[in-house]
């Protein structure tokens, strides 16, 4: 392959990358709700499990950011005990928040 093809294809995926986070926080906006009880009370009221994973994650992606580690972490568990126990990005939320909860500065008891 050509320096130029390798070029191409490394751009065309970043740019696949960059759209499809785009799409999906656009498509699942975080409704900013008081816990992941609710957001998986929420959720259910999705008709897929995909679009149930495509919420979830957001909303757990959301929590994380704030730095509300206790509700990320039950939101994953809740994607790999119920929908699905192989899904890459629930497992990262979950090490992510996990990690983060342990972090100097953590009020313990949430987890």
Known sequence: ???N???G???GGITFVVGFIVAM???YPPVSLESAEDV???SRSLDYE???RGYLIAEAG?????GDHPEAVKIARHILEELDKEDEVARR???EAITGAKSPGFQEGGI
């Open 1 to 3: 392959m050509e320096w």
């Open 5 to 7: 093809a390798i070029k």
């Open 9 to 11: 294809l490394s751009i």
């Open 25 to 27: 926080s656009l498509a």
């Open 40 to 42: 998986i009370r929420n």
């Open 50 to 52: 995909r679009s149930q």
């Open 62 to 66: 959301h929590f994380l950011r704030k």
């Open 93 to 95: 939320i979950l090490r």
